[in-house]
């Protein structure tokens, strides 16, 4: 969700709203920017009170009971209740597919829930390029992860991490170094602005290429970009 500001005008009203799209938008806020995570629950809570067949605001505190509290069996309550509430949202299924595979590490169900969410919408990018990372890391099958890499790149063709990503797939997985180069060029050219697309070809130039000069070109590149980039 895209952050905004809030004045100090607009956060003394946020007490008495009973707009909860708008209470949900302060709890992120106060999530997000903040930090101040016991006010982004407080927020959370109140709009799902304000609006308890939301399955979004839901499956958005499921999220952050996940990731902040580390309160699993509470986030995984919420990640049902989110699904039950809306059937046919994809996104439901697939979130609780990846905390089935990072948390429970049942993989699987998380594979049927993928199956599920996909199933709902399969031009769904997110989804698609999530179960690739499944196939990849959990299944080891590595013909089928490529087609779905491939199918998320062909709907989101200007997603620099997915190119990034089959770039190294391609390289470390499938040893096509001259293929793998090309798509790590096509991310840089997408997102010339990205440290880590920098540095992800300078290892690459570096350990595969072995073209050391090159590599410590790309290098200083991404940490002239970001100062804290190592490799």
Same mark, same amino acid.
Do not use: W
């Given at each position: 969700?895209?952050?905004?500001?809030?004045?100090?005008?607009?956060?003394?009203?946020?007490?008495?709203?009973?707009?909860?799209?708008?209470?949900?938008?302060?709890?992120?806020?106060?999530?997000?920017?903040?930090?101040?995570?016991?006010?982004?629950?407080?927020?959370?809570?109140?709009?799902?009170?304000?609006?308890?067949?939301?399955?979004?605001?839901?499956?958005?505190?499921?999220?952050?009971?996940?990731?902040?509290?580390?309160?699993?069996?509470?986030?995984?309550?919420?990640?049902?209740?989110?699904?039950?509430?809306d059937?046919?949202?994809?996104?439901?299924? @697939?979130? *609780? %597919?990846?905390? &089935? $595979? #990072?948390?429970? +590490?049942?993989? /699987?169900? !998380? =594979?049927?829930?993928?199956?599920?969410?996909?199933?709902?919408?399969p031009?769904n990018?997110?989804?698609?390029?999530?179960y690739?990372?499944?196939?990849?890391?959990?299944?080891?099958d590595?013909?089928?992860?490529?087609?779905?890499?491939?199918?998320?790149?062909?709907?989101?063709?200007?997603?620099?991490?997915?190119? @990034?990503? *089959? %770039?190294?797939? &391609? $390289? #470390?997985?499938? +040893?096509?170094? /001259?293929? !793998? =180069?090309?798509?790590?060029k096509?991310?840089l050219?997408?997102?010339?602005?990205?440290?880590?697309?920098?540095?992800?070809?300078?290892?690459?130039?570096?350990?595969?290429?072995?073209?050391?000069?090159?590599?410590?070109?790309?290098?200083?590149?991404?940490?002239?970009?970001?100062?804290?980039?190592?490799?």
């Open positions: 969700m895209k952050e905004q500001s809030f004045s100090s005008i607009d956060q003394e009203g946020i007490e008495s709203s009973n707009d909860s799209a708008r209470i949900e938008t302060y709890a992120f806020y106060c999530y997000y920017t903040l930090k101040d995570y016991d006010k982004a629950e407080e927020y959370f809570v109140k709009a799902i009170n304000l609006n308890p067949l939301k399955a979004a605001f839901v499956g958005n505190y499921a999220i952050f009971l996940k990731n902040i509290r580390k309160d699993y069996d509470k986030a995984e309550e919420y990640y049902k209740k989110a699904i039950d509430l059937p046919e949202d994809e996104r439901g299924f @697939g979130y *609780y %597919a990846f905390f &089935l $595979e #990072n948390i429970r +590490k049942d993989y /699987d169900k !998380a =594979e049927e829930y993928y199956k599920k969410a996909l199933d709902l919408n031009e990018a997110v989804l698609v390029f999530d690739a990372l499944f196939l990849q890391n959990i299944r080891k590595y013909d089928k992860a490529e087609e779905y890499l491939i199918k998320a790149i062909d709907l989101n063709p200007e997603n620099a991490f997915y190119l @990034g990503f *089959y %770039a190294s797939f &391609l $390289e #470390n997985i499938r +040893k096509d170094y /001259d293929k !793998a =180069e090309e798509y790590y096509k991310a050219d997408l997102n010339p602005e990205d440290a880590n697309c920098y540095l992800n070809y300078a290892i690459f130039l570096k350990y595969t290429r072995r073209d050391f000069d090159k590599a410590e070109e790309y290098h200083k590149k991404a940490i002239d970009l970001n100062p804290k980039q190592t490799g």
